[in-house]
């Protein structure tokens, strides 16, 4: 079994490297540092959500749907009771809501 | 004996605000506090009231890390006002819970009328059945869009409400709502994930105060 005779594959032509020989820099003068000051404090948290709905496009939809559909139901009192004894005392005097949650739709 | 007008719930005590010129107080009602006016009469219910509310909770919603907002019209002594109160107050310390630092974005559907109207306007009368089948499927209407959409906000969604599809008047058209929970850093990543499916007949709006994760009165 022959050995092969490794191969180069640089050029034989090409020119030696030149070592770029730099001259050495004068020693750094030592840069006066300034006094640590206090980093100014953060910003206080901003309380907003992002908006994704500008304050002035707010629907009329939303604003009926939002106030008159949710929420916490404060003076709406519903009583049932059964044993023999008919309690059933439904309040809504003062409790609103949109028309499409009481009436049926209209033919 | 002396009135308030109630405008939300919150877990705990923040200082009288101005809003809209209206002075606003939290008292403490119970284990929680409302936000509450002095005034001799409850708002009459009009468009500008309407809107002046909702500005004065989505204020009020800015300034808290909890709030129920209050249905509209809630104007109760403070006797009646301790007794609901104290009778919903575990559902109400519940859904305080569940909606601290939370915001609620609300999507709404469109869709064209129903079949059944159309039966009608065609002279086609449907069996009883049919007709109750028919109702039930229009209440769970929704669109197919909504199922994509689901999936792709599915990460930021705490809890989610559904409102139930309703028909408006002849010609116009049906609506449903979903109502996603979300924490108020995810708005705007939320808000990125929505683009792709709106349409004019899918609306995507928010951040709201938490509107529609109160406890429900029937229950």
């Given at each position: 079994?022959?050995?092969?005779?490794?191969?180069?594959?640089?050029?034989?032509?090409?020119?030696?490297?030149?070592?770029?020989?730099s001259?050495?820099?004068?020693?750094r003068?030592?840069?006066p540092?300034?006094p640590?000051?206090?980093?100014?404090?953060?910003?206080?948290?901003?309380p907003?959500?992002?908006?994704?709905?500008?304050?002035?496009?707010?629907?009329?939809?939303?604003?009926?749907?939002?106030?008159?559909?949710?929420?916490?139901?404060?003076?709406?009192?519903?009583i049932l009771?059964?044993?023999?004894?008919?309690l059933?005392?439904?309040?809504?005097?003062a409790?609103?809501c949109?028309?499409?949650?009481?009436?049926?739709?209209?033919? | 004996?002396?009135?308030?007008?109630?405008?939300?719930?919150?877990?705990?005590n923040?200082?009288?605000?101005?809003?809209?010129?209206?002075?606003?107080?939290?008292?403490?009602?119970?284990?929680?506090?409302?936000?509450?006016?002095?005034?001799?009469?409850?708002?009459?219910?009009?468009?500008?009231?309407?809107?002046?509310?909702?500005?004065?909770?989505n204020?009020?919603?800015?300034?808290?890390d909890?709030l129920?907002?209050?249905?509209?019209?809630?104007?109760?002594?403070?006797?009646?006002?301790?007794n609901?109160?104290?009778?919903q107050?575990?559902?109400?310390?519940?859904?305080?819970?569940?909606?601290?630092g939370?915001?609620?974005?609300?999507?709404?559907?469109l869709a064209?009328?129903?079949?059944?109207?159309?039966?009608?306007q065609?002279?086609?009368?449907?069996?009883?059945t049919?007709?109750?089948q028919?109702?039930?499927?229009?209440?769970?209407?929704?669109?197919d869009?909504?199922?994509?959409?689901?999936?792709?906000v599915?990460?930021?969604?705490?809890?989610?409400?559904?409102?139930?599809?309703?028909?408006?008047?002849?010609?116009?058209?049906?609506?449903?709502?979903?109502?996603?929970?979300?924490?108020?850093?995810?708005?705007?990543?939320?808000?990125?994930?929505?683009?792709?499916?709106r349409?004019?007949?899918?609306t995507?709006?928010g951040?709201?105060?938490?509107?529609?994760?109160?406890?429900?009165?029937?229950?």
């Open positions: 079994m022959s050995r092969r005779k490794p191969r180069s594959t640089v050029p034989v032509s090409r020119p030696a490297r030149q070592v770029r020989r001259t050495p820099l004068p020693p003068a030592k840069i540092r300034p640590a000051r206090a980093l100014p404090p953060p910003p206080p948290p901003r907003e959500v992002a908006s994704l709905i500008p304050e002035k496009e707010t629907s009329l939809a939303d604003v009926i749907d939002n106030l008159l559909n949710r929420g916490v139901v404060l003076n709406a009192d519903l009771a059964l044993a023999d004894v008919d059933v005392y439904v309040r809504l005097s409790l609103l949109a028309a499409d949650r009481i009436f049926p739709p209209r033919q | 004996m002396s009135h308030f007008y109630v405008l939300a719930l919150t877990s705990r923040y200082p009288s605000v101005i809003v809209d010129g209206r002075r606003i107080e939290f008292i403490k009602v119970e284990n929680v506090f409302a936000a509450i006016e002095r005034r001799a009469a409850p708002p009459a219910l009009s468009e500008t009231e309407l809107r002046s509310q909702h500005d004065i909770v204020a009020i919603f800015n300034r808290t909890d129920l907002p209050v249905r509209f019209g809630a104007w109760i002594d403070d006797h009646e006002l301790s609901v109160v104290s009778r107050q575990p559902a109400i310390r519940e859904a305080l819970e569940l909606v601290r939370r915001v609620q974005m609300t999507i709404r559907f064209p009328p129903s079949s059944e109207r159309e039966d009608q065609a002279g086609n009368h449907p069996t009883g049919e007709y109750l028919r109702r039930r499927n229009a209440q769970h209407w929704m669109p869009e909504a199922t994509s959409l689901k999936v792709a599915r990460d930021f969604v705490v809890a989610e409400r559904v409102s139930p599809s309703s028909e408006g008047r002849a010609g116009s058209l049906n609506r449903a709502g979903l109502y996603h929970l979300i924490s108020r850093d995810a708005v705007t990543a939320y808000a990125t994930a929505t683009l792709p499916f349409t004019a007949t899918l995507v709006s951040p709201w105060p938490p509107f529609a994760f109160a406890p429900d009165p029937w229950l």
